[in-house]
Antibody
Framework: QLQLQESGPGLVKPSETLSLTCTVS??????????WGWIRQPPGKGLEWIGT???????SYNASLKSRVTMSLDTSRNQFSLNLTFVTAADTAVYYC????????????WGQGTLVTVSS | DIQMTQSPSSLSASVGDRVTITCRAS??????LNWYQQKPRKAPKLLIY???SLQSGVPSRFSGSGSGTDFTLTISSLQPEDFATYYC?????????FGQGTTVDIK
């Protein structure tokens, strides 16, 4: 059964870099039927798509975050990661990693989410 | 980026009611429209993909329709477990976007 688990610091200081990892079990991140993404949700607010990374390593990012976002794959550990630089309080959110599908162009598997707070 | 606008932002309904939520895209997205349900402190759950295809395991009281720029999610007979927030999402462009959400609560 496919499972995604986010991990990383729950507290990040302003102007620093937020780094999260998503560990995938039950499938390989190199499976070219799928691609992998990050979505976030500020407390009490709606969902915001951050970006997607494809099995070959290509990426697509939200235009509003593009200058600060980097996603990467670690195929040896079956993980993918998110880096968001120069964070502010506005980046405080629950961050979800997720699996997207070419056959169903939607996000059909989600991690449980991890809260990241930006505060000094 | 393609903007997604849902209406209403919230609604109150009773068990057994028929509920309709609409989603409008700022440009044509063909049928690349998905619907999710989210309950408090839980990850979203995919209900409908490609505008009208029911995700496996989702009750048949949920249905979706539309194409181009205008889409609808319908719950034919609201059940207690359906009180939640619903989001539309476009997957037409390389940069996906969500609507702002519609909260369905108990009247």
């Amino acid at each position: 059964q496919l499972q995604l688990q986010e991990s990383g610091p729950g507290l990040v200081k302003p102007s620093e870099t937020l780094s999260l990892t998503c560990t995938v079990s039950g499938d390989s991140i190199t499976n070219n039927r799928y691609f992998w993404g990050w979505i976030r949700q500020p407390p009490g607010k709606g969902l915001e798509w951050i970006g997607t990374i494809y099995s070959g390593g290509n990426t697509s990012y939200n235009a509003s975050l593009k200058s600060r976002v980097t996603m990467s794959l670690d195929t040896s550990r079956n993980q993918f990661s998110l880096n968001l630089t120069f964070v502010t309080a506005a980046d405080t959110a629950v961050y979800y990693c997720a699996r997207d599908s070419y056959s169903i162009p939607a996000t059909n598997v989600w991690g449980q989410g991890t809260l990241v707070t930006v505060s000094s | 980026d393609i903007q997604m606008t849902q209406s209403p932002s919230s609604l109150s309904a009773s068990v057994g009611d028929r509920v309709t939520i609409t989603c409008r895209a700022s440009q044509s997205i063909n049928n690349y429209l998905n619907w999710y349900q989210q309950k408090p402190r839980k990850a979203p759950k995919l209900l409908i993909y490609a505008a009208s295809s029911l995700q496996s395991g989702v009750p048949s009281r949920f249905s979706g329709s539309g194409s181009g720029t205008d889409f609808t999610l319908t719950i034919s007979s609201l059940q207690p477990e359906d009180f939640a927030t619903y989001y539309c999402q476009q997957s037409y462009s390389m940069s996906w976007t969500f609507g702002q959400g519609t909260t369905v609560d108990i009247k």
